[in-house]
């Protein structure tokens, strides 16, 4: 079974940084694509950056373009993502997902973590 595990979540203030990180487990290949998505309260479940097989093509949304940095180590099978510049609005569970190939659609991805919490204190 693919198991995908996430970490770095936590409480922070606006304007401060956190780093999440994603492993990947299983029989799976270590360059499978891999995304970050989030979901806040009262809210549908909404891409953040995605990231192809070799992290030389990336996407983000606009409400994270210039703040969040995603990348990646296959050596590690893990995905990164680098928050800075917080703002209370990215206050929600982030999840981890992988698929065979990029997509900001969440439909593309058959993997998911369990999520990890974001809080931004205003």
């Known amino acids: 079974q693919v198991q995908l595990v996430e970490s770095g979540g936590g409480v922070v203030q606006a304007g401060g940084s956190l780093r999440l990180s994603c492993v990947v487990s299983?029989?799976?290949?270590?360059?499978?694509?891999r995304a970050w998505f989030r979901q806040a309260q009262g809210k549908e479940r909404e891409v953040v950056a995605t990231?192809?097989?070799?992290?030389?093509?990336?996407y983000y949304s606009d409400s994270v373009k210039g703040r969040f940095t995603i990348s990646r180590d296959n050596t590690k099978r893990t995905v990164y993502l680098q928050m800075n510049s917080l703002k209370f609005e990215d206050t929600a569970v982030y999840y981890c997902?992988?698929?065979?190939?990029?997509?900001?659609?969440?439909?593309?991805?058959?993997?998911w973590g369990q999520g990890t919490q974001v809080t931004v204190s205003p």
């Open positions: 997902a992988a698929g065979p190939r990029d997509s900001y659609i969440d439909s593309a991805y058959n993997y």
């Open positions: 299983g029989r799976t290949f270590a360059g499978i694509a």
């Open positions: 990231i192809n097989w070799s992290g030389g093509s990336t």
